[in-house]
């Protein structure tokens, strides 16, 4: 029986479905569902409501089985038709819904008979029409910005499969078999799934994170409010106790040192006096108590004390002789002193190795004689570093250089201690491979070279704050910067590392008020 | 018609050829490159700030991972710097089993460039020709600790264990076979017409230079400087062992894979007398449970696969760990020099520059 008039009423979801079933008639666009030129009389394309105007006379037979089947899958029973029921008279044009369901029936058994591709069709009309319509989910599909977080799949396994980056529409459930975030195709599940599922579906929906997962409904679906916890709380109370603050870190690691490990001839010799005066006058005091006591336990005829017995140095057994600093023999140190002079503060050796220590003002020139006096020619400088000294006073930084002469397979370690806030001359001028080592130095220390030709962090991004190698840097806690994730729109991402960290316990307690 | 315009490209942070992470901004005019900025740091781990939190024994795993293709390297170079900070003696068994393990890792190491530098440059077979050798190396180290790659291989004052039997039968079988293997890459490459295009007279970098910049490794005796820490300054057994310095005059790409491969040979040969000289008696000395340090401070350069590789370390009085732990790696201060070799050459050069600097990103960044 010819399909004569197609429109489309108002309330289109553009779920794509009849332009599936029949893309000769249907166009869905961006907002609507067109009927096509091609199809029309008059020509036109739109939703062809207010016109009505007549299917071209060659569709009108051809189409009808699809234009029908496009019509039953239609979510939202918006496409409407007019058809020339066998012998009956055309009625003008003024078709219900109603009355066009029931001309449907009672076309249909003649057809099926002659057509059996109408057999699905006539199924699925006599199950629409003789049970009350089930409210149902008609399509599912996932927009962009899948976190892949796995929660949807928990709760609903039959529709979701959550992929390696994003999540997928199960093939099982969808007409058109395909399996991807249908988020173009707009492919409606199955309708028996779409009910049996819809409580899962809509709890997954509303336990989506970050509010991807997206459904089309058809009657009154229950609805399900979405979930709310401490993390996903998105009012300001909530977000304001995630306290971001560094000194509140519960497991923050800071190693302050307590001695000054500064290696040095002077001040090894030194502590060697200290502590042979404190043994001398141990032993005294041991000697005087044991005179004291024995004048007293003779004195009441007591039995006198044993003779105190001065300890020798204890002797460990194993292989380890410990490197002691030790008086300057080597020529370099002794030819250093001699043309440096004064700002030569110190010179010793120790494991073997030669260590001048100079005035910083004087590395310079010291760093140039080093490379280019033929007795010395410490033609490469191999390492440049610091140390932080926070317990000393009068420096807070020890700077090294470590010098190699190839020609005369030697090392020399210059030395230089420096307060804070003070800027070195750098070494570039002189060794230009200083140029990273001391660049290292600044983004570790933040330690300033005076005519270095390109100080910037090296290691660190250029906008770390902080200088990791001093020793108040803490190994825990500081350095773990607020999360900024800029793709993350709804601020998901960032609540759910914040909340990760302080699982971790780390750096996320709100700081007790003091 | 065409204007006359510079154009700036990056070269990595993730593209195969630099081995890593590295990322080089390249400044272009049409082909040649006009400036060469090489830009590091995204491996930074801060190894230095964790090891000196750590006890010394804790530290050795940490130096595993900086260069990863030559662990045992590393590891060496840790342990004798805690040996030099403690004034530890370390028995001369001990000694030589270092020394061949650190040569097989050398062996490794450079069958690991070998492989890659060729694959850069267009040369795919010797990928799989080196990476076969390379295997049973590996081999080896897993028999010996148990560990492939981050093999964690020697501890303070020795050894944990002595060699394990059928160890030194398993090294010389891959001996007696290695020498063969070295020809057969030579076969590959050594008079390969594309291989001598794309790197003869390929990023050179002279002596003076290689020198101001710190250059150190075969880079450094392919500009005809006869330095090598192993006879410099001599650690674990090198001074018992008998070896050359294989060095070339040209300082170009084509020089430094003939030092690399001359390497082979002399390494092949230092493996071969630690296996013929091996000492009996102990692996390992006798040290406390708890090492505490004195006040001192040491830096120890031993020769890795790709340069001087030194370790500078404080102690604390009573110290358990480090006070102050720095690693001066190689490929650090070796790629220093990139802009050096590449600046004023071709784009397509770069790729070769890198490759011959052998650089493993995890040591530049720490």
């Known amino acids: 029986m010819p399909i004569t008039k197609v429109w489309i009423e108002e309330g289109c979801i553009v779920c794509n479905a009849c332009e599936a079933e029949c893309p000769d008639v249907f166009h869905v666009t961006a907002d609507s569902c067109h009927i096509k030129a091609d199809a029309r009389i008059d020509g036109q394309e739109d939703e062809n409501r207010s016109s009505k105007s007549v299917l071209q006379n060659g569709l009108q037979s051809s189409l009808e089985t699809s234009i029908i089947a496009a019509a039953v899958a239609c979510p939202v029973n918006v496409i409407q038709y007019e058809q020339i029921i066998s012998q009956i008279p055309i009625e003008p044009p003024k078709i219900e819904v109603e009355v066009a369901i029931e001309v449907i029936t009672s076309v249909v058994p003649m057809v099926a008979e002659t057509e059996p591709a109408l057999a699905k069709v006539q199924s699925v009309i006599s199950e629409t029409i003789t049970s009350a319509p089930k409210p149902r989910i008609t399509e599912v599909w996932i927009d962009e910005g899948c976190i892949v977080c796995n929660a949807c799949e928990a709760e609903c396994p039959e529709v979701f499969h959550v992929t390696a980056d994003s999540c997928h529409i199960k093939a099982d459930v969808r007409l058109d078999g395909k399996e991807n975030e249908n988020r173009f195709e707009k492919s409606k599940i199955k309708q028996v799934l779409g009910e049996s599922l819809v409580e ?54 800071v190693v302050m040192p307590k001695t000054i490990p500064l290696p040095s001839l002077r001040t090894f010799l030194a502590e ?66 001699e043309k440096l002079g004064a700002s030569v503060q110190e010179i010793f050796q120790q494991s073997g190795e030669l260590v001048c220590q100079v005035a910083p ?33 009068e420096f807070k930084f020890s700077i090294v250089y470590h010098l190699t002469s190839l020609s005369r397979q030697r090392r020399l370690r210059l030395r230089i201690l420096i307060p804070e806030n003070y800027d070195v001359e750098s070494a570039v001028s002189v060794y230009p491979g200083a140029n990273w080592l001391e660049r290292e130095v600044f983004d570790m220390f933040g330690i300033r070279f005076k005519n270095h030709p390109d100080l910037r962090r090296i290691l660190c991004p250029d906008d770390w704050e902080g200088y990791p190698l001093r020793k108040e840097y803490p190994t825990l806690g500081l350095g773990q910067r607020e999360i900024d994730f800029r793709e993350d729109r709804s601020g998901v991402l960032m609540r759910l590392s914040l909340e990760k960290a302080g699982n971790l316990n780390i750096n996320l307690k709100k700081p007790e008020a003091n | 018609m065409f204007k006359n315009e510079e154009l700036e490209i990056n070269l990595g942070p993730q593209h195969p050829s630099t081995h890593g992470v590295l990322r080089v901004k390249l400044r272009l005019d049409g082909e040649t490159i006009v400036k060469c900025t090489p830009i590091v740091g995204y491996l930074h781990r801060g190894v230095e700030k964790i090891c000196e939190n750590k006890t010394f024994f804790q530290g050795q795993v940490w130096t595993d991972r900086m260069d990863y293709v030559a662990a045992v390297s590393n590891n060496l170079g840790w342990a004798e710097s805690v040996e030099k900070l403690f004034g530890i003696h370390v028995p001369r068994r001990a000694h030589y089993v270092r020394t061949m393990m650190t040569e097989l890792n050398r062996i490794s190491s450079h069958l690991l460039w070998l492989g890659t530098h060729a694959l850069d440059i267009g040369a795919m077979t010797v990928f799989l020709y080196a990476f076969r050798e390379r295997e049973q190396i590996l081999d080896c180290f897993e028999s010996f600790c148990g560990a492939r790659l981050t093999t964690t291989a020697f501890r303070i004052g020795g050894l944990r264990e002595d060699i394990p039997p059928g160890f030194i039968k398993q090294v010389q079988a891959f001996q007696d076979r290695f020498l063969d293997c070295i020809d057969e890459y030579e076969t590959l490459l050594t008079e390969n017409r594309i291989w001598k295009r794309r790197t003869i007279g390929i990023a050179p970098i002279n002596a003076d230079e290689c020198i101001a910049f710190g250059v150190t490794g075969p880079v450094l005796r392919a500009a005809g400087v006869k330095y090598d820490v192993r006879k410099a300054f001599p650690y674990a057994a090198y001074a018992e062992m008998n070896f050359e310095i294989p060095t070339r005059t040209e300082a170009d ?12 040979r002399q390494s092949h040969h230092i493996i071969q007398q630690c296996i013929d000289g091996l000492p009996e008696g102990n692996v390992m000395a006798k040290i406390p449970k708890v090492l505490k340090s004195e006040v001192n401070e040491i830096y120890h350069p031993i020769e890795a696969p790709k340069g001087e590789l030194g370790y500078y370390l404080v102690g604390e009085k009573g110290g358990q760990n480090p006070y102050r732990f720095h690693v001066r790696g190689p490929s650090f201060v070796n790629l220093q020099a990139l802009p050096q070799m590449t600046e004023g050459r071709l784009l397509a050069d770069v790729i070769a520059a890198i490759g011959t600097l052998d650089v493993v990103l995890g040591e530049v960044d720490r």
């Open chain 1, 361 to 393: 003002e004087a590395i310079l020139e010291a760093l140039v004689l080093c490379k280019d006096d033929p007795a010395l020619k410490f033609e490469m400088l191999v390492d440049e570093t610091a140390t932080h000294y926070p317990v000393a006073d």
């Open chain 1, 200 to 253: 899962k579906i809509i709890s997954a929906a509303a336990g989506c994170p970050v509010d991807v997962i997206k459904y089309g409904v058809f009657g009154d679906v229950p609805k399900i409010e979405k979930k709310l916890d401490a993390v996903h709380d998105h009012s300001p109370d909530a977000v304001r106790s995630f306290v971001w603050d560094i000194a509140a870190a519960p497991n923050r690691v």
């Open chain 2, 253 to 264: 790409t084509y020089a430094r894979y003939l030092v690399r491969l001359e390497e082979f």
């Open chain 1, 272 to 337: 060697q006096e200290a502590q042979k005066i404190a043994d001398e006058a141990k032993w005294q005091k041991q000697l005087a108590d044991y005179e004291i006591n024995k004048t007293k336990a003779l004195g009441e005829n007591k039995e006198p004390p044993k003779a105190p017995v001065r300890p020798a140095p204890k002797k460990d057994d194993n292989d380890m002789i410990a490197p002691v600093p030790a008086s300057a023999d080597a020529p370099e140190l002794l030819y250093l002193r």
